[in-house]
């Protein structure tokens, strides 16, 4: 059974910095794309960043391009989304995504990715 399990929420200040894990069981990942997705109350889930198969891409949204970082530990099963210069609007539920296993594209969309943690939140204060 998959399972990815986020962690590292948590309340930070304007312009802190948080990192976020996920760990990835049932399964290995390390030839799939990840992805990290977040959702705001009363708003759509909305892409934040993605890692190709073997991170042979990254793509990032335009609001944290720059101030995040996506990355992985193939051999702990482990990604990482490292976020740095944190905004209030970044508050919001976080998500890890994975793909399904050899596919080359990377999804910025929710359709992409069929397997799904229970989410982390952050709150960014002002």
């Known amino acids: 059974q998959v399972q990815l399990v986020e962690s590292g929420g948590g309340l930070v200040q304007a312009g802190g910095s948080l990192r976020l894990s996920c760990a990835a069981s049932?399964?290995?990942?390390?030839?799939?794309?990840m992805g990290w997705f977040r959702q705001a109350p009363g708003k759509d889930r909305e892409f934040v960043a993605a890692?190709?198969?073997?991170?042979?891409?990254?793509l990032y949204a335009d609001s944290v391009k720059g101030r995040f970082t996506i990355s992985a530990d193939n051999a702990e099963n482990m990604v990482y989304l490292q976020m740095n210069s944190l905004k209030p609007e970044d508050t919001a539920v976080y998500y890890c995504?994975?793909?399904?296993?050899?596919?080359?594209?990377?999804?910025?969309?929710?359709?992409?990715?069929?397997?799904w943690g229970q989410g982390t939140q952050v709150t960014v204060s002002s």
């Open positions: 995504a994975a793909g399904r296993a050899y596919i080359r594209v990377v999804f910025t969309t929710t359709t992409g990715y069929p397997y």
């Open positions: 049932g399964r290995t990942f390390s030839s799939a794309a």
């Open positions: 890692r190709g198969w073997g991170g042979s891409r990254t």
